[in-house]
C-alpha cells in the first residue's frame, strides 16, 4: 500500500474519532482514502474536508477540546499556516496528531520530497513556547504503526504530536502489517484513562471546564509555561527512541531519519564493502531528541555526519548533543535541497571527502 | 412591616439565573455583552440544557465569556469560533454548540471560518455581537464600521474609497441554504432585550431540531469606544447604526420558502 493510504487506513483501524483536512500534495490521498472508505459507517469516525488548513486545525482544536481521538493530515505550506492553532492546541493542552508529509521550500517551493520542516516541527513551529512530540517514519510500516503511537503519547501528555515523513515516504508503496481494529472510547472512557478535563457539557458533579491558552495574570502564565516545560523534560526523559544500524564497531556515524535514513542504510553497506567503519543512527522520535544515544556514541567514534534533505537543520541538534555530552567530537553534515533525494553513493563520497581526505 | 416579611421567594418577581456566575463583568457600563451574556444564561438554564451546552468564545471583548455562564466553554483563535464549533458539532452532534463573537472576529478576521461554517449548515447557534468597533483592541475601525464613523484608525470617519464598505454579514449568510434562521436584533431597552430572547431561543430550538445554522445578529453600542456616555451611545446607535442595520428577521426557514439563487 502507499504511505498516504496507510496512514487513513491506520487512522480508521486505531479508533479515531474524526479527521479534518484540506488537499494538498503530496498527501491528498490520506483524505481521498477515508472519503473512499467511509468509515462512518464503520466505526464512527468523521471525515470533513475543511475550507482551509487554518479552519482544519481550528476543527481539530474544538474536537480534541471534547476528549476526542482526531487528526489532520497537509504537507509543508499547509502546516505553515496550522501554525497558529498547533500553538494554541500546545496552549490548551490538547492531545491531537498533525500529519505533515513535507515537501520542498520554501515558499510555494516544490511537491518533490524534502525534510525542510525539522526545525519548524521540533522547536515548535508557531509562536510562544511549546514542543510537540514528533516522530520520523522511515517505512509504509511506520506509517501505519505512528499513528497509534502518536496518538498514545498525545493523550499521555496532552500535548500535540505530529508524525514528520515525506512525499517520498507518502508516495511510496510497500508490504504493509495492518494495525488491528481498535473501537473509538467513549466520553465515559475518555475520563476513566486521561481525566475529566473534556468540554462534553457540564454536569452538576463537576465544576465547568474551560479550554483555553488565555492568562492574563503573568504570575499564572509563568507557572502555566513551567507545567509546559515540566512536560517537554519528562518527555526528553521518557520518550527518546531511535533505531542503530551498525554502529558496534562504527568510526563514522551518519544520523538520518525519514528517506534519508533509508538512503543511508545503503550507504553504510556501500561503506563497509570499501572497508570503512560506517553505521547508522536513525532517530525516530525527532523532539525528543534522541540525545542519550549520541552521548553514549560520541566517545567512540571519529565522527558524525548528518545527512539530511534540507540546508543542515538536524546536525545543530546533534552538535548540540555532542557538546552537552562534553565530548569534542566533529560533526559534519551533507544534505540535498528543492526535492532531491541524496543518492547512496553521495553519502559514502561525503564521508570521505568530510573525515579521510584531510 | 419587617423587610424580611417581604423578601420570600412568594414575593419574588425576579431572580439572577444561577447560570451567571458571580464574577464581576470585565464589560464597561453600558456595554451590551452583559445584557446578552445574562439571556444566554436565561435560557441555556430555562430550557435545561447546561448539561448539553459547549459555548465557543472568541477573540474580543468577550473573550470571557467563560467567566460568566456557568457551562462548558472553550476559547478560540481570532475568528476560528465557527470553526472550533464545526470540530465539536461534528463529532458531538447531541451537544448545543454555540459561538459568541463581535464583529472584528467574526466579520473581518474570520470571515471566511463563518461563511463556509453557515454554508455547510454546522448545526449551531451564532450569537453575533456588532457595535461596528474593535472594542478590546481600543476602538479600531471594524469591516462593520459606518461610512464617515470616527474610530482610532479612521480619525477622519470611514473614507470609503480608503476601507471600502461596512460589510453586512448578517444578509450574506442569510443567501446561504445552510442557514435556518437568520435576524437582527438589539438589546438597548427591555422591549428590545425580550425581542432579542425570543430571537436567540428560536435560535437554539432550532439548533436541537437539528436544522442547521441560527444566526442571530445583536446591533450593539461601544460607548467606551465611540468616547460617548452609554444613554449617548445609544441613542447614536438607534439614529446612525439601526437605519443602516435594520433590525428583524430575514430569514426563517419555518416561514420563507427556502432561499434560491436561480
Same mark, same amino acid.
Given at each position: =500500500?502507499?504511505?498516504?493510504?496507510?496512514?487513513?487506513?491506520?487512522?480508521?483501524?486505531?479508533?479515531?474519532?474524526?479527521?479534518?483536512?484540506?488537499?494538498?500534495?503530496?498527501?491528498?490521498?490520506?483524505?481521498?482514502?477515508?472519503?473512499?472508505? *467511509?468509515?462512518?459507517?464503520?466505526?464512527?469516525?468523521?471525515?470533513?474536508?475543511?475550507?482551509?488548513?487554518?479552519?482544519?486545525?481550528?476543527?481539530?482544536?474544538?474536537?480534541? *477540546?471534547?476528549?476526542?481521538?482526531?487528526?489532520?493530515?497537509?504537507?509543508?505550506?499547509?502546516?505553515?499556516?496550522?501554525?497558529? %492553532?498547533?500553538?494554541?492546541? *500546545?496552549?490548551?493542552?490538547?492531545?491531537?496528531?498533525?500529519?505533515?508529509?513535507?515537501?520542498?521550500?520554501?515558499?510555494?517551493?516544490?511537491?518533490?520530497?524534502?525534510?525542510?520542516?525539522?526545525?519548524?516541527?521540533?522547536?515548535?513551529?508557531?509562536?510562544?513556547?511549546?514542543?510537540?512530540?514528533?516522530?520520523?517514519?522511515?517505512?509504509?510500516?511506520?506509517?501505519?504503526?505512528?499513528?497509534?503511537?502518536?496518538?498514545?503519547?498525545?493523550?499521555?501528555?496532552?500535548?500535540?504530536? =505530529?508524525?514528520?515523513?515525506?512525499?517520498?515516504?507518502?508516495? =511510496?508503496?510497500?508490504?504493509?502489517?495492518?494495525?488491528?481494529?481498535?473501537?473509538?472510547?467513549?466520553?465515559?472512557?475518555?475520563?476513566?484513562?486521561?481525566?475529566?478535563?473534556?468540554?462534553?457539557?457540564?454536569?452538576?458533579?463537576?465544576?465547568?471546564?474551560?479550554?483555553?491558552?488565555?492568562?492574563?495574570?503573568?504570575?499564572?502564565?509563568?507557572?502555566?509555561?513551567?507545567?509546559?516545560?515540566?512536560?517537554?523534560?519528562? =518527555?526528553?526523559?521518557?520518550?527518546?527512541?531511535?533505531?542503530?544500524?551498525?554502529?558496534?564497531?562504527?568510526?563514522?556515524?551518519?544520523?538520518?531519519?525519514?528517506?534519508?535514513?533509508?538512503?543511508?542504510?545503503?550507504?553504510?553497506?556501500?561503506?563497509?564493502?570499501?572497508?570503512?567503519?560506517?553505521?547508522?543512527?536513525?532517530?525516530?522520535?525527532?523532539?525528543?531528541?534522541?540525545?542519550?544515544?549520541?552521548?553514549?556514541? *560520541?566517545?567512540?567514534?571519529?565522527?558524525?555526519?548528518?545527512?539530511?534533505?534540507?540546508? %543542515?537543520?538536524?546536525?545543530? $541538534?546533534?552538535?548540540?548533543?555532542?557538546?552537552?555530552? %562534553?565530548?569534542?567530537?566533529?560533526?559534519?553534515?551533507?544534505?540535498?535541497?528543492?526535492?532531491?533525494?541524496?543518492?547512496?553513493? $553521495?553519502?559514502?563520497?561525503?564521508?570521505?571527502?568530510?573525515?579521510?581526505?584531510? | 412591616?419587617?423587610?424580611?416579611?417581604?423578601?420570600?421567594?412568594?414575593?419574588?418577581?425576579?431572580?439572577?439565573?444561577? &447560570?451567571?456566575?458571580?464574577?464581576?463583568?470585565?464589560?464597561?457600563?453600558?456595554? #451590551?455583552?452583559?445584557?446578552?451574556?445574562?439571556?444566554?444564561?436565561? &435560557?441555556?438554564?430555562?430550557?435545561?440544557?447546561?448539561?448539553?451546552?459547549?459555548?465557543?468564545?472568541?477573540?474580543?471583548?468577550?473573550?470571557?465569556?467563560?467567566?460568566?455562564?456557568?457551562?462548558?466553554?472553550?476559547?478560540?483563535?481570532?475568528?476560528?469560533?465557527?470553526?472550533?464549533?464545526?470540530?465539536?458539532?461534528?463529532?458531538?452532534?447531541?451537544?448545543?454548540?454555540?459561538?459568541?463573537?463581535?464583529?472584528?472576529?467574526?466579520?473581518?478576521?474570520?470571515?471566511?471560518?463563518?461563511?463556509?461554517?453557515?454554508?455547510?449548515?454546522?448545526?449551531?447557534?451564532?450569537?453575533?455581537?456588532?457595535?461596528?468597533?474593535?472594542?478590546?483592541?481600543?476602538?479600531?475601525?471594524?469591516?462593520?464600521?459606518?461610512?464617515?464613523?470616527?474610530?482610532?484608525?479612521?480619525?477622519?470617519?470611514?473614507?470609503?474609497?480608503?476601507?471600502?464598505?461596512?460589510?453586512?454579514?448578517?444578509?450574506?449568510?442569510?443567501?446561504?441554504?445552510? #442557514?435556518?434562521?437568520? #435576524?437582527?436584533?438589539?438589546?438597548?431597552?427591555?422591549?428590545?432585550?425580550?425581542?432579542?430572547?425570543?430571537?436567540?431561543?428560536?435560535?437554539?430550538?432550532?439548533?436541537?431540531?437539528?436544522?442547521?445554522?441560527?444566526?442571530?445578529?445583536?446591533?450593539?453600542?461601544?460607548?467606551?469606544?465611540?468616547?460617548?456616555?452609554?444613554?449617548?451611545?445609544?441613542?447614536?446607535?438607534?439614529?446612525?447604526?439601526?437605519?443602516?442595520?435594520?433590525?428583524?428577521?430575514?430569514?426563517?426557514?419555518?416561514?420563507?420558502?427556502?432561499?434560491?439563487?436561480?
Amino acid at each position: =500500500m502507499k504511505g498516504n493510504e496507510v496512514l487513513a487506513e491506520a487512522a480508521i483501524r486505531c479508533g479515531c474519532d474524526g479527521y479534518f483536512g484540506y488537499p494538498i500534495t503530496p498527501q491528498s490521498e490520506v483524505m481521498e482514502t477515508l472519503m473512499l472508505r *467511509a468509515p462512518w459507517n464503520e466505526t464512527g469516525m468523521k471525515v470533513l474536508q475543511a475550507e482551509s488548513e487554518v479552519a482544519a486545525i481550528n476543527m481539530l482544536y474544538g474536537a480534541a *477540546a471534547t476528549g476526542k481521538k482526531v487528526l489532520t493530515s497537509s504537507s509543508s505550506p499547509g502546516i505553515s499556516l496550522m501554525a497558529e %492553532g498547533i500553538s494554541y492546541i *500546545a496552549g490548551a493542552e490538547l492531545p491531537c496528531l498533525v500529519i505533515n508529509v513535507q515537501r520542498g521550500g520554501p515558499g510555494l517551493g516544490t511537491i518533490q520530497p524534502s525534510q525542510a520542516d525539522y526545525s519548524q516541527a521540533v522547536k515548535g513551529g508557531g509562536h510562544g513556547d511549546y514542543k510537540m512530540i514528533v516522530l520520523a517514519p522511515s517505512s509504509v510500516q511506520e506509517m501505519n504503526d505512528f499513528v497509534d503511537l502518536a496518538f498514545k503519547l498525545a493523550f499521555k501528555y496532552r500535548n500535540p504530536a =505530529m508524525i514528520l515523513a515525506d512525499g517520498a515516504i507518502g508516495q =511510496m508503496m510497500e508490504k504493509v502489517e495492518l494495525s488491528d481494529y481498535k473501537k473509538c472510547w467513549t466520553d465515559e472512557e475518555v475520563i476513566e484513562k486521561w481525566g475529566s478535563w473534556a468540554t462534553t457539557g457540564k454536569p452538576s458533579s463537576r465544576e465547568r471546564n474551560v479550554i483555553t491558552s488565555l492568562e492574563l495574570d503573568s504570575e499564572k502564565m509563568e507557572a502555566n509555561n513551567q507545567r509546559f516545560q515540566k512536560k517537554y523534560r519528562q =518527555m526528553e526523559a521518557e520518550e527518546q527512541r531511535y533505531e542503530t544500524f551498525q554502529c558496534e564497531d562504527a568510526e563514522y556515524v551518519l544520523v538520518a531519519f525519514g528517506t534519508s535514513a533509508r538512503v543511508c542504510q545503503k550507504s553504510v553497506e556501500i561503506a563497509r564493502e570499501k572497508g570503512l567503519k560506517v553505521g547508522l543512527l536513525r532517530p525516530i522520535s525527532l523532539f525528543p531528541f534522541p540525545k542519550k544515544i549520541i552521548s553514549e556514541l *560520541a566517545p567512540k567514534v571519529k565522527g558524525f555526519l548528518s545527512v539530511e534533505m534540507n540546508a %543542515g537543520q538536524m546536525v545543530e $541538534d546533534i552538535k548540540l548533543a555532542v557538546h552537552e555530552a %562534553g565530548s569534542t567530537r566533529r560533526v559534519e553534515f551533507f544534505g540535498r535541497m528543492g526535492g532531491i533525494i541524496p543518492t547512496p553513493g $553521495d553519502v559514502v563520497a561525503a564521508v570521505e571527502q568530510k573525515f579521510l581526505k584531510e | 412591616m419587617d423587610v424580611k416579611e417581604i423578601i420570600k421567594p412568594e414575593n419574588q418577581v425576579y431572580g439572577k439565573t444561577e &447560570l451567571l456566575t458571580d464574577n464581576v463583568m470585565h464589560y464597561c457600563p453600558g456595554c #451590551t455583552h452583559g445584557v446578552v451574556h445574562k439571556l444566554m444564561a436565561e &435560557l441555556i438554564d430555562e430550557m435545561g440544557l447546561q448539561e448539553k451546552a459547549i459555548g465557543v468564545a472568541p477573540v474580543g471583548c468577550a473573550v470571557f465569556a467563560y467567566n460568566y455562564i456557568d457551562i462548558d466553554w472553550q476559547e478560540a483563535a481570532h475568528g476560528r469560533a465557527p470553526a472550533v464549533a464545526t470540530g465539536i458539532v461534528r463529532l458531538n452532534p447531541e451537544k448545543f454548540v454555540f459561538t459568541y463573537q463581535g464583529d472584528g472576529d467574526l466579520a473581518s478576521i474570520g470571515a471566511a471560518e463563518i461563511i463556509h461554517a453557515c454554508n455547510r449548515g454546522e448545526n449551531i447557534l451564532v450569537v453575533f455581537i456588532n457595535n461596528g468597533i474593535y472594542g478590546m483592541t481600543g476602538g479600531q475601525m471594524a469591516p462593520t464600521t459606518l461610512e464617515k464613523m470616527v474610530t482610532s484608525t479612521t480619525p477622519c470617519g470611514r473614507d470609503t474609497e480608503l476601507n471600502g464598505y461596512p460589510l453586512k454579514m448578517t444578509d450574506l449568510v442569510a443567501q446561504l441554504p445552510g #442557514t435556518s434562521y437568520v #435576524t437582527r436584533q438589539s438589546a438597548q431597552s427591555a422591549p428590545a432585550v425580550r425581542k432579542c430572547k425570543r430571537a436567540l431561543k428560536k435560535g437554539i430550538k432550532n439548533v436541537l431540531d437539528k436544522k442547521g445554522t441560527s444566526f442571530v445578529e445583536v446591533v450593539s453600542s461601544c460607548n467606551s469606544g465611540w468616547k460617548m456616555t452609554p444613554v449617548k451611545a445609544n441613542k447614536w446607535m438607534e439614529e446612525n447604526m439601526f437605519p443602516f442595520y435594520p433590525l428583524g428577521d430575514m430569514k426563517d426557514s419555518e416561514k420563507d420558502k427556502p432561499v434560491s439563487n436561480n
